[in-house]
């Protein structure tokens, strides 16, 4: 039998008011004999307050929508995770909703968090704001994560390019001429940002940047896997017109890294002794793959901290504002690019 407010009133002697008073910590005061005597009817009976009702007669759910596109993604993955844990060490409940990059999927989930009523939305990498909900999404408070850029909406994001450059120019000091890229799909900024950090830093070392050496993928093994042996295949594009295969690869994610991996073994090419590999995204599973990635790395906890901080901020006082921020990641070498075995770099 479902008990009730009403059951705790009776057996504390007071009224559901004064019930919902010790609750809800408030509005009105409760003598501490009182309150002491409807804590201990609740636990007698186990009677457990119904959060939502009780968070939306206060307005709030305690509760984030959170946006994000490909959980087979470990990078995506390991955000979705950081972020969940922090909110849950500061009250709030995290609503994941999977996007798979498409706009219907989008809008629809948008649409159900915003029935759900939460506090705030987190749209995570990939996402674009659908400009068909604008009208509907009020006040709510919105963080982007590596997102489109949106009016209004404060952002922490990677700076990809630069990341790119980074992963590209320690290939180059390893003497690599002819990299090639292997791309996530090409409609994302993100993707478009690494594709061009890539080609600024070829360019500046004078060497090839051109679409022969890129292959466009889905952000999994399996995309990886394919656009690695399209640039590594003795018929390759890039082989037919630098008379060579590349000797080294630039991926933009570590997921597709280990499929590349996966398609270099088949190739019968040795990493990194025939070809070299360095990454972005700096997730847990660079560090499991044979031989272990070397990488871009961006620090999850801290996005995810700075994030909860930023939107709480604005849940608590809707008219405050903060700056965009952008975040450069760190190189973790592994032993992909041919650096020498490091001392556990994961």
Known sequence: MKITRLDVARKA??????????????????APDTRARVEKAIQDLGYRPNAIASALRGGSTHSIGFLTPNPR?????????????????????????????????EERLLRTFLDRKVDGLILNSGITLASSLAPILGDVPILSLDAEPMPDIASISADESADAATAVEHLQRHGHRLIAHIAGPPHL?????????????????????????????????????SAASLLLGARGRPTALHDERPTALFVSSDVQAIGAISACRQLGLRVPHEVAIVSLG?????????????????????????????????????????????????????????????????
């Not at 909110?87 to 609503?95: D, M, Q, T, W």
């Not at 901080?309 to 070498?333: K, W």
Request: with cysteine.
């Open 73 to 105: 993604d470990p990078f995506h993955a390991q955000m979705a995770e950081a972020i969940e844990r922090t909110f849950l060490g500061l009250g709030y409940l995290v609503i994941t909703g999977n996007t798979y990059y498409a706009r219907a999927r």
């Open 189 to 225: 900024r993100g993707e478009e940002l690494k594709t061009r950090g890539w080609r600024g830093q070829q360019d500046s070392h004078h060497s090839p940047s051109g679409d022969e050496l890129i292959a466009y993928a889905e952000s999994s093994e399996e995309g990886g896997s």
């Open 282 to 346: 700096g997730t847990r599973a660079a560090g499991y793959t044979q031989p272990p990635l070397t990488t871009v790395r961006q620090d999850f906890e801290f996005i995810a901290a700075t994030a909860a901080s930023r939107l709480l901020d604005r849940i608590r006082d809707p008219g405050s504002s903060s700056s965009d921020l952008m975040l450069t990641g760190n190189l973790v070498v592994g032993e992909s690019c041919g650096c020498p075995p490091p001392t556990s770099p994961y």
């Open 13 to 30: 002697g007071v009224s559901t008011a004064v019930v919902s008073y010790v609750i809800n910590k408030g509005p009105r005061p409760v």
